[in-house]
T-cell receptor
Framework: EAEVAQSPRYKITEKSQAVAFWCDPI?????LYWYRQILGQGPELLVQ????????DSQLPKDRFSAERLKGVDSTLKIQPAELGDSAMYLC????????????FGQGTRLTVV | GDSVTQMEGPVTLSEEAFLTINCTYT??????LFWYVQYPGEGLQLLLK?????DKGSNKGFEATYRKETTSFHLEKGSVQVSDSAVYFC????????????FGKGTHLIIQP
């Protein structure tokens, strides 16, 4: 069964270091999302791609976060420098075409900043 | 901006009890509404959805009706099982499908045998 792949599953990093997460969406899915889920909260959208273009990054802290999807397939989310408050689950999701079609989520990357 | 409010958890029920998890929303226009479920150790999965007023979404015995007049999308199940124990998230998408999902905080459901 097709699924959204994310790596790593867990990451511990020191404050002020750089960290990167990778996502491989389901084949053929044009829309890719990155969400951040703080413990005990619902996921919050960070960035949405349509193919290789950013559709919405209004909630992405651009001073330290960046995201790219160069060939419109897999994507990388980077944080530099990491801060203690960035500790959270980072979820990637993909859909065929926007939220009108079902979004499939990966298992996430659990980030702990120490 | 858009927002979703759902009942606080944890909600603890006995097996075969009736389940209701309340969800209300604030959005511009006419959003699509969703319930996602997160089982322990797994990613979020779509449970059901409704795209317009009075639509009923259903799956695995769960149901929710899109009520525009009360801006609600309450999740119900007639007889819960231990395997339904999970975290349930209500969510909306506005902007005609171009926007990402706005989620509630989640409700942790615990079903006791």
């Amino acid at each position: 069964e097709a699924e959204v792949a994310q790596s790593p599953r867990y990451k511990i990093t020191e404050k002020s270091q750089a960290v990167a997460f990778w996502c491989d969406p389901i084949s053929g899915h044009a829309t890719l999302y990155w969400y951040r889920q703080i413990l005990g909260q619902g996921p919050e959208l960070l960035v949405q791609f349509q193919d290789e273009s950013v559709v919405d990054d209004s909630q992405l802290p651009k001073d330290r976060f960046s995201a790219e999807r160069l060939k419109g397939v897999d994507s990388t989310l980077k944080i530099q420098p990491a801060e203690l408050g960035d500790s959270a689950m980072y979820l990637c999701a993909s859909s065929l075409e926007g939220t009108a079609t079902e979004a499939f989520f990966g298992q996430g990357t659990r980030l702990t900043v120490v | 901006g858009d927002s979703v409010t759902q009942m606080e958890g944890p909600v603890t029920l006995s097996e075969e009890a009736f389940l209701t998890i309340n969800c209300t929303y604030t959005a511009t226009g006419y959003p699509s509404l969703f319930w996602y479920v997160q089982y322990p150790g797994e990613g979020l999965q779509l449970l059901l959805k409704a795209t317009k007023a009075d639509d009923k979404g259903s799956n695995k015995g769960f149901e929710a009706t899109y009520r525009k007049e009360t801006t609600s999308f309450h999740l119900e199940k007639g007889s819960v099982q231990v395997s339904d124990s999970a975290v349930y998230f209500c969510a909306l998408a506005s902007g005609g499908g171009a926007d990402g999902l706005t989620f509630g905080k989640g409700t942790h459901l615990i079903i006791q045998p």
